[in-house]
């Protein structure tokens, strides 16, 4: 091993049944460093951290860890506690209905024979050395999110951690309690801990990371230093464009110059929801199509759930047609003609043992009442249309949906919606993981329904799309918008820029 090196890992193998999720994968990580694992959707971060924690066993390639005596192997995860490798994940996994001592030991007592007292003063030594500002014997329950993650970092150090992988850890915390969270990151890194720090937060990264691992398509971008690397050059590796050689693709309609005195059909002031994203301004024309863009985890998502209540609303007015409404929940949203494709289809959109004639028309019977039923020939006719007018491929109107492939219930979905008849439709990964041939119908489609006077708030990971399909694109970074492009600044290096640097020239956030 490397000199400091406390894990290795070379040219690392690991394949599933038709996915090479890692392809000679490669890290280091010191001792005392704090080691971003940066990489989009799909890039290899979890895989690899199942290989280094013994979830998965690699394929192929060597793991050697400081005080092993040649290759480490790791088999189970088991093994890689006794290894001295811990893991902490974004969902906190301890039991909130014991204490925090209780916690920090379970699986490490004797029963009936532990010594409470000895228990409980061990963990309050812990909780002391490291800083964390709880007592042994409060319940975990009463502690914050941010205090919780401390407690479950303070298990894992306590069993001889030298390497610690946390796992999106600050995703539910606010910025003090993210504070709180680096300062105890600061004081395992002067203890000599190894930390992977798994976000997708870039003011994150550059404020806590010492060097930062890339991994596209399962494979290794490269291994840098944080700060000899540029923001603007981190995002270009994880989305695999360099901005020098990126065409300058031009987006959706952008004919209308005097679209800004228009009333919008619907806009929103400071809108701010319980899913942690800033109050945000927002607003789309009729006819339009915009768009959300940023890495992942920026915050695109939370956006559209608040404009659709579907995450509880706490703060913001929002306007139809200049009027003032109030939508705190789904419901509200569709008796005003907003309708909401989800990110997870098959979380939040299809409802699998149904057919795909009950998925299609299930937004419209709650519209009319569940105590109004459609009779069973319109729901028919409905389906029949739709299945037509999206060709969806299905057996018939009956299949149940979760018999169809996954760009068939897209369709579906995207029916059931349209039957709808809205003002306004948000489609949020309307094209994720479904072939070329369906993304381009569903792109077609989006501009088609904003020429007949549908608004259309269009989210996608592939910046490439976006650009063909919108007009007009609002830029996040760490949950809060950071500018807003149009026109000619439409663009691939535009969009990287903004996310890298921030900018809120012409933007709307709010800090």
């Not at 068939?408 to 094209?431: F, G, S």
Request: aromatic share 6%; hydrophobic share 35%; net charge negative.
């Amino acid at each position: 091993m490397k000199d400091k090196a406390v894990l290795e890992l070379h040219d690392i193998h690991k394949s599933f049944p038709g996915v090479k999720a890692l392809q000679g994968v490669d890290i280091t990580l010191r001792e005392g460093e704090i080691h971003a694992l940066m990489g989009e959707n799909g890039a290899g971060k979890s895989t690899l951290i199942k290989v280094i924690t013994g979830v998965y066993v690699k394929d192929e390639g060597k793991i050697y860890l400081k005080g092993v005596d040649g290759e480490a192997h790791i088999h189970s995860p088991q093994d890689a506690q006794n290894l001295g490798i811990s893991t902490v994940y974004q969902e906190i996994t301890l039991c909130p209905n014991l204490t925090v001592a209780e916690n920090m030991f379970i699986g490490r007592t004797k029963g009936v024979l532990t010594n409470w007292k000895k228990m409980n003063r061990d963990a309050n030594k812990i909780l002391e050395s490291l800083d964390i500002p709880a007592r042994a014997e409060q319940q975990l329950a009463s502690c914050s999110l941010a205090i919780q993650q401390m407690v479950a970092i303070a298990r894992a150090v306590d069993m001889d951690c030298k390497v610690l992988i946390l796992d999106e850890p600050t995703s539910s915390l606010d910025d003090s309690e993210v504070k709180k969270l680096f300062g105890l990151m600061r004081d395992l890194k002067e203890k000599g801990v190894g930390i992977i720090f798994v976000t997708h937060f870039l003011d994150q990264v550059y404020e806590v990371c010492d060097r930062i691992t890339v991994l596209r398509d399962g494979k290794l971008v490269g291994e840098y230093e944080t700060d000899e690397l540029p923001r603007v050059q981190l995002v270009s590796k994880m989305l695999g464009k360099e901005i020098d050689d990126l065409s300058d693709i031009k987006g959706g309609d952008t004919k209308k110059e005097d679209e800004t005195k228009q009333t919008p059909l619907y806009e929103a002031k400071g809108l701010q929801s319980n899913a942690g994203i800033k109050p945000f301004d927002f607003y789309i024309n009729k006819g339009e199509v915009n768009g959300f863009t940023g890495l992942l985890g920026s915050g695109r998502s939370e956006c559209v759930r608040a404009i659709f209540g579907a995450d509880r609303v706490i703060g913001g007015e929002v306007k139809k047609n200049g009027k003032t409404v109030k939508i705190d929940k789904p419901i509200d949203a569709m008796k005003n003609g907003i309708a909401y494709l989800p990110e997870d289809r098959k979380l939040d959109g299809i409802v699998g043992d149904l057919s795909v004639r009950e998925n299609i028309i299930l937004a419209s019977q709650v519209l009319k009442g569940f105590f109004k039923p459609f009779s069973k020939a319109d729901t028919y006719k409905f389906a029949e249309e739709y299945i037509k007018l999206l060709d969806i491929k299905t057996a018939s109107a009956d299949t149940p949906i979760k018999q169809l492939s996954g760009g068939n219930q897209q369709k579906a979905i995207v029916a059931r919606w349209l039957l709808m008849h809205p003002d306004y439709l948000i489609l949020d990964e309307p094209t994720r993981g479904i072939d070329v041939g369906t993304k381009v119908d569903i792109q077609k489609l989006v501009l088609k329904l904003a020429s007949e006077g549908m608004s259309v708030t269009f989210i996608s990971s592939e910046t490439d799309e976006m650009l063909r399909t919108c007009s007009r694109l609002v830029v996040m970074r760490d949950r809060k918008v950071v500018g807003e492009l149009k026109g000619d600044e439409l663009t691939q290096s535009g969009i990287m820029k903004t996310i890298a640097g921030g900018s809120e020239e012409g933007g709307n956030g709010n800090d």
